[in-house]
Nanobody, 115 residues
Framework: QVHMVESGGGLVQPGESLRLSCAAS????????MGWYRQAPGKQRELVSKITRLGTTNYADSVKGRFIISRDNAENTVRLQMNSLKPEDTAVYYCNLQTDVFQYWGQGTQVTVSS
């Protein structure tokens, strides 16, 4: 069983920054990728960013140049540095872990960007 703990969400004003963190523990054989998805009210869950075991990253077009993902393979942690936040970034952010067979989700953390 895999347990994932997220932290770092909150309420900020437009232009400010937040950093999300996610730590995975438990019966993890090999992690292929970790990343972050988000879901805004009334919308589908979408990929924000992910990073592979080898360090390859990809980002949604809407966050390129503003968000930076990083990962500690030894600790099975992933972080998302979010800069220049916009109101449209408001959503519940979910941590995701992918192995060869399964994928796991965190419980979600709320990010609200509002003046």
């Amino acid at each position: 069983q895999v347990h994932m703990v997220e932290s770092g969400g909150g309420l900020v004003q437009p232009g400010e920054s937040l950093r999300l963190s996610c730590a995975a523990s438990g019966s993890i054989v090999r992690v292929n990728a970790m990343g972050w998805y988000r879901q805004a009210p009334g919308k589908q869950r979408e990929l924000v960013s992910k990073i592979t075991r080898l360090g390859t990253t990809n980002y949604a077009d809407s966050v390129k140049g503003r968000f930076i993902i990083s990962r500690d393979n030894a600790e099975n942690t992933v972080r998302l540095q979010m800069n220049s936040l916009k109101p449209e970034d408001t959503a519940v952010y979910y941590c995701n872990l992918q192995t060869d067979v399964f994928q796991y989700w965190g419980q979600g953390t709320q990010v609200t960007v509002s003046s």
